[in-house]
């Protein structure tokens, strides 16, 4: 199959005329557009509504995200148990000098 | 005759009727978008019928920045490729007119260098490209078949221009390839 050949197909099928509308069409359509509820002007609340599923899945990828940089500070940061230590007793020292 | 921005804002007043002279008017312009994805007659005038109704329940949405055609043109595009991919989900059992021999004979035929008729080569490419993905389909039809740019495309479809120029080449080779199965085994 050459280039050349695919090319002439292309040309050729562009020539093809589309086939007009039947007699009527108009009318179907009118028929059809009488049984579909009327145009309304688009409130906030219905271009909220329509954005609701994207900012859904904004905000799950967005608390995945942020759960995946947890995790991974935690696995390069393994706690340290003085450090833990000492935040216990500088707290236990603060609540004694409150007292 | 009013302009179709005044017909408009006579339809968004209350005046449903006149949303009939809307599609007098742009009826042939549907078709001729449509005819690309679907050559049964019936089902062109069903998936007209459904682009038409589908601007009406959106018209409210139509903020005039465009020319109306565009907006109407988008709203065919995407009935089209809906409905690409419900005929896609029933594939084995929509069957496509057979090219006729003729047709078969100059694809196999590397020196038949005579044009072919433009219904005859358009049943041949529908046939081949019932093997590309919707979108690939789209794209190709809208680049080869209409002329247009990738720009015009991305417009019309909401795709990025990455993603139409991916989709334009990726549906050549299997064209390519769906034309060469043809060659060698028919329809």
Not at chain 1, 16 to 44: I, L, N
Not at chain 2, 167 to 181: D, N
């Amino acid at each position: 199959m050459t280039e050349n050949k695919i090319r002439k197909l292309l040309t050729s099928a562009r020539k093809e005329t589309a086939p007009a509308p039947a007699p009527g069409f108009e009318a179907r359509v009118m028929a059809a557009v009488r049984q579909a509820p009327r145009p309304e002007a688009v409130s906030v609340l219905g271009q909220l509504n329509d954005l609701f599923p994207r900012l859904a899945v904004a905000a799950a990828v967005l608390i995945g995200l942020c759960v995946a940089a947890d995790l991974c500070a935690s696995a390069l940061e393994p706690p340290d148990l003085a450090a833990g230590v000492a935040q216990l007793s500088e707290q236990w020292l603060f609540a004694t000098k409150a007292f | 005759m009013n302009d179709d921005a005044e017909l408009l804002a006579r339809i968004r007043n209350g005046a449903q009727d006149d949303f009939a002279e809307l599609v007098r008017r742009h009826q042939s312009h549907v078709f001729a978008i449509l005819s690309r994805y679907e050559r049964d007659p019936h089902k062109l005038e069903d998936l007209a019928q459904e682009t038409f109704v589908k601007a009406w329940r959106s018209l409210a949405q139509f903020d005039q920045r465009a020319p109306f055609q565009h907006w109407l043109s988008r709203i065919a595009v995407h009935a089209a490729l809906d409905h690409l991919r419900r005929e896609r989900r029933h594939r084995s059992e929509i069957r496509l007119p057979e090219p006729g021999e003729d047709a078969l004979e100059w694809l196999r035929n590397p020196e038949d260098g005579r044009e072919l008729e433009a219904r005859q080569a358009a049943e041949l490419l529908a046939l081949a490209l019932r093997e590309l993905s919707p979108a690939e389909r789209l794209v190709i039809t809208m680049q080869e078949l209409e002329g247009r740019s990738v720009k015009e495309i991305c417009e019309r479809t909401g795709s990025s221009s990455i993603a139409v120029r991916v989709r334009g080449v990726r549906a050549r080779a299997k064209l390519r390839r769906a034309l060469e199965r043809l060659e060698k085994d028919g329809a």
